[in-house]
Every structure is written in C-alpha cells, then in structure tokens.
C-alpha cells in the first residue's frame, strides 16, 4: 500500500440525477474543516454517481469531478447515499442498487441523508435497522420496506454500523456525530463553532422546530409564534398573547392544545429554551446575558428550563458533545429542530 494511504479516510457519497445539493455538501464541508482543525487520519471525499462524471442536482446547478461507482474498488471507510428528489429513480436502478450491496461489502461503515434511505433500503442494506429519514417520507419508507424499522423522529440514528440522518441540513448533525466517532468531542465541537452551528445536536432531537417547522394551520397560533420567536426578551405571558390576538385566555389555550399539543405557557418556554441553546452552543455569551435575552429571569432559570428540555446544563452543552440526550415529552416537541 502506498505511504500515506492507512493514514486517511476515505468517504464515498453516492450522489445521482436530482440530488439535493446540500446533503452532499454538508458532510464535504464539514468534513474538510475536520481535515483543517488536525483530523488525524485526514478525511478523503469522493463523490460517485451510476453512470455519469457530472450529475444535475435538483437545484440546476451541477456536480462534477465524480467517479462512476462501478469504477470505485479497495477499502472504504464511510459510505454514505445522499437525498435528493431523484431518490425514487435511484431505489429503482438495479445497476446502482447492485453496486451499493458491493461497496457495503467494502465499507467499515453506511448510511444515507435524507431520502438516500430509500435508495438503501431497496438495495436490502436497511433491513432489520432502526433507521431515520426526512419526517415527510417517513411513512412512505415504512410502508415501501416493512423489513426496515422506521423512527420519524430524531435527527439522525446510529444502528451499529449503520447511520441514517433526516432531511437536509440533518446531515450536518450526522457528519459532527461521525467525527466525534472518530475523533472524539473536542474536534467535533471545533468544527462547530467553525460552522456556527449546534455541538452537536443530540441524535434524538425532534425534527420538527418553532423555528423551521411548517406553520400551524391555525393563522392566530401561527401569528403568535412568530411573535413570541422575535420578541423573547418580552411579556409574552397567556394573558398578553391572548389581548394581542383579541382573544379570550382560555380561547387561547384551546388554540395551542388543538394545533400544537400544547399550553401556551409551554410553547413560549419550549422556544426560549431552544433559542438559548443555540446561543450558548455557538457564541462565548456569558449564561446571564443569554437568559436576559430569551426572557428567562435569570441563569438559575434558564438552567432548570435546559435541564427539563434537553437534560443538560448551560455549562455541559458548551464543554460536551457526547452527553446522552433525554427523550422529552410530547407536549415540548414543538421546540425540537
């Protein structure tokens, strides 16, 4: 083996016609800062497609420089499919679906990004797992493969050697979770804060956000969040929401029970408690001026309120990644991301 070779590793993504672009961006991006902040082995990325050296994403834009999957031979460490709107056509190409079986064969370690599961799973490389994709598709994977135990809910999943992520930029949670793996925290929290992104998010965080989720079909529930999002710091208490909408406290309660599984109370702490995690995961902000600027009244609060929805500290979230995230209960879901 040549000098030089042991001391990489080397990450195939399987791409093809209308794929989306960011699933295979993410994982290469995050991937190449691992390699700048002192990965060792160093990180190799190939990106391989079934027939051509240059596929269309479904943006439009193009993705050259690949390799055919037929061509691809040796040792791989990772092997990953990504999602795309072209997934469906890809779980039907026996040709693609006979090459993944091959390369699985080869790999320390798969997976799959988003709808990439679907591609997977038709290749029988699912089978048996608990696996995770986008929570539009999850149902369709499921009833599509039976073998394959579907959970719709966290962000990524591992499954011994087997890794699925959710939608989009979900695979930049799985990619910080590989590096971890490999690596340990510190590099992954390094990549991060490069990225200015959560470190990590845990795996079993919902999907759905108060920040990206789709709106509440309700336009009064709807106008309210986007209030209480833009304006944490202020009185959002049942009974000023309520005056806001022209409505009644206990109107406003049935509301939030009905479109969102939960009291109007909760919701407000659920979004502030997410928008200070996110705060204390990717700024150097003293805990104190976190809480005043989410509308918590003070640290003491704000740690209660962390320690309820993702069973951590302030402190633990800014020094670990590797802390066992706590499942929380149904009706704090719509704080997850």
Not at 15 to 26: K, P, S, V, W
Not at 197 to 215: E, K, N
Not at 302 to 312: K, P, S, T
Request: aromatic content about 4%.
């Amino acid at each position: 083996m040549p000098t030089g070779v042991r001391s990489r590793r080397r990450v195939v993504l399987v791409a093809y016609e209308d794929a989306q672009i960011l699933d295979a961006a993410c994982p290469a991006g995050a991937l190449e800062i691992a390699n700048s902040h002192g990965a060792d082995p160093l990180y190799t990325v190939e990106l391989v497609t079934a027939r051509s050296n240059t596929i269309r994403t479904s943006s439009g834009l193009q993705l050259g420089g690949a390799r055919r999957i037929a061509e691809v031979t040796g040792r791989i460490d990772t092997l990953l499919v990504i999602g795309g709107a072209g997934a469906e056509t890809a779980a039907h190409d026996e040709a693609l679906l006979g090459q993944l079986r091959r390369l699985a064969g080869r790999s320390r370690r798969y997976g799959s990004v988003c709808t990439g599961a679907f591609v997977l799973a038709a290749a029988g490389l699912l089978d048996h797992r608990r696996v995770t994709t986008h929570w539009r598709y999850s149902d369709l994977l499921a009833t599509s493969f039976p073998a394959v135990e579907v959970d719709p809910e966290p962000l990524y999943i591992r499954d011994g050697d087997v890794y699925t992520s959710a939608g989009v930029t979900s695979a930049l949670d799985l990619t910080l979770a590989l590096i971890e793996d490999d690596h340990g925290p510190a590099l992954a929290r390094a990549v991060a804060r490069e990225l200015v992104t959560y470190l990590h998010r845990p795996a079993d965080q919902a999907q759905i956000s108060v920040f990206v989720g789709a709106p509440p079909s309700n336009r009064v529930v709807d106008d309210l969040l986007r209030h209480v999002a833009a304006n944490l710091g202020a009185d959002l208490s049942p009974r000023v929401l309520a005056a806001r909408a022209g409505i009644t406290t206990r109107h406003l309660s049935r509301l939030f029970v009905t479109h969102l599984g939960t009291t109007p109370a909760k919701a407000v702490r659920a979004t502030r408690t997410e928008a200070a995690a996110h705060l204390a995961a990717t700024t150097d902000l003293p805990l104190a001026a976190i809480a005043r600027r989410c509308g918590f009244g003070s640290a003491a609060t704000l740690r209660h309120a962390f320690l309820d929805q993702y069973g951590v500290t302030g402190d633990m979230l800014r020094k670990r990644t590797d802390i066992p995230p706590r499942r929380r209960q149904p009706d704090a879901q719509t704080a997850g991301a």
